[in-house]
């Protein structure tokens, strides 16, 4: 819509993954590093890990597009809500396989069967698994079996998991320890700062045709900031939705006001209060923590269990005692009334003669 007013030969701020339009920070060099050590290395496990939007994904497909297919057979797996069955059917089909009407047995021998073919030819095998923090703890073991197959000199498969910081938290389980110790490099791929949020969006406006990269003026950058923090995912939505305001007001350059303007019709609060709604979230988000704590949960409930009968068990004594207080109570009150040689009952008809009289 606003191409032509801009000089724009395709849209600068496009939400698919396109890694013509991936800006390589620092943080999301030294993270492609690390993924082109695990390639090339064939040794242990890499975790990738950042914040939604970061432009993991985008960095998974710049990885596949350098790879060579001569040489390397990857697999990729970014359905990640699988049970373990699932999961090993869908590493199969990235192999080339048909593994639908296979049991888990049938499947663990299928998917053996085509790593050691692949290895025999000199292909270097390599999983990808993208959105790794929706793994359960049982897909990420079978992975672990898969790593631990080997020759006498070199793992035949090995992976790089890509996620959410969740993933992290996953790894460090105790039931995940095999796992974690396999575990050869983590990255976290940090957000941009204010200073490479205008060198990313010079560089979108560029790859998208622009002859004058400074569209945006230098007191839009702030502004920018303060809402969308150094998310590239937050940036592309707020620089498309001020590009788009900018040019139904006819304006050459994108103002600070047009960018307040797109940032109220987005009704976004600030990237602060934004990231603090989202860890109040995941603190009041139930913990799943695993077989060994909820064994440990079970222990502290028959625990209280137990306290609660052995109250009960201490309740008889109990009623024991007060009924003997009470007798002793009532033996106290008879011995005061003999003293006064005064009978309860006699007391009681006397005081009322005298209120009939009075009356």
């Not at 793994?135 to 790593?147: D, F, H, N, Q």
């Not at 949020?197 to 839009?220: C, H, M, N, V, W």
């Not at 909820?294 to 222990?299: D, F, I």
Request: glycine content about 4%; some cysteine; overall charge negative.
């Amino acid at each position: 819509m606003y191409l032509k007013h801009f000089g724009l030969t395709a849209q600068p701020f496009q939400l698919t993954p396109d890694i013509g339009f991936l800006f390589m920070s620092e943080a999301h060099r030294r993270a492609k590093a690390y993924m082109d050590y695990s390639v090339w290395t064939r040794e242990g496990f890499v975790v990738i890990t950042g914040e939604i939007g970061c432009g993991k994904t985008t960095l998974i497909q710049k990885l596949l597009s350098e790879l060579d297919d001569n040489v390397v057979v990857p697999a990729r797996i970014f359905q990640t809500q699988l049970d373990e069955v699932e999961f090993l059917q869908s590493v199969l089909v990235e192999f080339g396989c048909n593994p639908f009407s296979a049991q888990k047995v049938e499947l663990l021998d299928m998917l053996n069967t085509a790593l050691i073919h692949y290895f025999v030819q000199g292909k270097q095998i390599i999983l990808i698994v993208d959105d790794a923090h929706n793994l359960s703890p049982k897909v990420l073991e079978e992975i672990r079996m898969l790593a631990g197959l080997e020759t006498h000199k070199e793992k035949i498969l090995h992976a790089i998991l890509v996620g959410q910081p969740q993933l992290n938290e996953l790894l460090d389980r105790p039931d995940l320890e095999q796992l974690s110790q396999r575990v050869k490099l983590r990255y976290h791929i940090r957000a941009l700062s204010e200073q490479e949020l205008g060198q990313y969006i010079d560089y979108r406006l560029s790859a998208a045709g622009a002859q004058d990269r400074k569209l945006f003026l230098p007191e839009t950058l702030p502004v920018i900031y303060k809402y969308a923090g150094g998310t590239p995912r937050l940036i592309n939505i707020l620089c498309d939705a001020a590009l788009t305001y900018a040019y139904a007001d006819n304006l050459p350059k994108v103002t600070a006001n047009a960018v307040e303007a797109a940032i109220s019709e987005l009704q976004w609060p600030s990237y602060s209060e934004r990231i603090d709604k989202r860890r109040h979230k995941i603190a009041q988000r139930p913990v799943d923590s695993g077989p060994h704590d909820a064994l440990s949960e079970q222990s502290r409930s028959l625990a209280k269990i137990a306290e609660l009968v052995g109250n009960l068990e201490n309740l008889p004594p109990m009623l024991a005692s007060i009924s003997t207080s009470l007798a002793a109570i009532e033996t106290h009150l008879r011995n005061l009334f003999e003293r006064k040689d005064v009978d309860p009952q006699t007391e009681s008809s006397q005081q009322k003669e005298r209120r009939q009289k009075a009356g």
